[in-house]
C-alpha cells in the first residue's frame, strides 16, 4: 500500500485536495503502442477526497481531452437533481510521491464539477480498499491505497 | 419493459438495449457478476468490472462497449456534496 500525506494550513476552508495526474489506462496503452497511434498526453489536476461521493468522478471534458470513449452509463443523484445519466470511462490515476506513487485504475464517471479548480472527486469506490486519516488539528491528512 | 430504461441519443443505446433484452436470462444465469455487451452481442460475463473492461478494451479498443452489473435494482451513484452541476 503506497501513501501520501498532505499538510495544507488551510484543510478546513479547501478540504483533502492533492495534485494527481490522469491518463488512459495501461491496457488501452499497450494497445495504442501495438497498433503504433499516438498516446495522449497525461493531465494534470486536482483532485478532493470527497467521502460524500458514492464514486469517483472526472470533470466531463477531461474523457474528450484524451479521446476516451464510455465503456458504460449510471444514473446519478445530487441533492439537486436525480436520475441524470452520465457515462463512466476507464482512466488510469498516479498521485506523486517521492518514493512510491499512489497509482491507480478505475471507473470514474464524467461530471460537470462546479468551479473551486477541482477536476476530479476521489469517492468512496477509490477509497474501499484504502485508508484516510483526516488530522483537523494538525492541518493534516493521509491518504493509503 | 426493457423499453422504459431506453434513453436515446446515447452512444451505448444498441448495448443498452441488448441488455434490457436479455437481463432476465443474465438475472437467472449470472446475477452480480458483470456483462460485456457491444451493438446487439452479449461478449461474456465475469466475475469484476476490471476483468469485463479489459477484455473490452483488449477485443475492441478505444470505441464505446457496456460495461454493467447484473442486478434487478440497478445501483446508483449518489452524492451528498453539492459540487456538481447537473441541473
Not at chain 1, 464517471?109 to 483537523?136: E, F
Not at chain 2, 446487439?40 to 460475463?45: A, D, L, Q, S, Y
Request: with cysteine.
Amino acid at each position: 500500500m503506497s501513501s501520501v500525506t498532505i499538510t495544507n494550513q488551510n484543510l478546513q476552508r479547501e478540504g483533502p485536495v492533492l495534485s494527481a495526474v490522469i491518463s488512459i489506462a495501461n491496457q488501452l496503452e499497450k494497445k495504442y503502442a501495438e497498433q503504433k497511434l499516438r498516446v495522449p498526453e497525461a493531465i494534470e489536476l486536482k483532485a478532493l477526497i470527497d467521502t460524500g461521493a458514492s464514486h469517483s468522478v472526472v470533470q466531463e471534458d477531461i474523457p474528450k481531452k484524451l479521446g476516451l470513449e464510455p465503456i458504460g452509463e449510471t444514473r446519478v443523484n445530487t441533492p439537486t437533481c436525480s436520475d441524470h445519466i452520465c457515462y463512466k470511462y476507464f482512466l488510469r490515476m498516479i498521485i506523486p510521491v517521492q518514493n512510491n506513487s499512489i497509482y491507480y485504475e478505475g471507473v470514474f464517471t464524467a461530471l460537470p464539477l462546479k468551479g473551486q479548480n477541482i477536476d476530479c472527486l476521489i469517492g468512496r469506490d477509490m477509497l474501499k480498499d484504502g485508508v484516510l486519516v483526516y488530522s483537523g488539528c494538525t492541518n493534516q491528512f493521509t491518504l493509503s491505497i | 419493459m426493457y423499453i422504459s430504461y431506453i434513453y436515446c441519443d446515447s452512444m451505448l443505446e444498441k448495448e443498452i438495449e441488448t441488455y434490457y433484452k436479455n437481463k432476465e436470462e443474465l438475472l437467472n444465469q449470472d446475477r452480480g457478476k458483470y456483462v460485456l455487451i457491444k451493438n446487439g452481442n452479449v461478449i461474456g460475463t465475469f466475475d469484476s468490472e476490471k476483468d469485463a473492461i479489459k477484455i473490452g478494451i483488449d477485443k475492441f479498443g478505444n470505441i464505446p462497449f457496456l460495461v454493467k452489473k447484473i442486478e434487478t435494482i440497478e445501483e446508483e451513484q449518489n452524492f451528498t456534496s453539492d459540487l456538481i452541476n447537473l441541473c
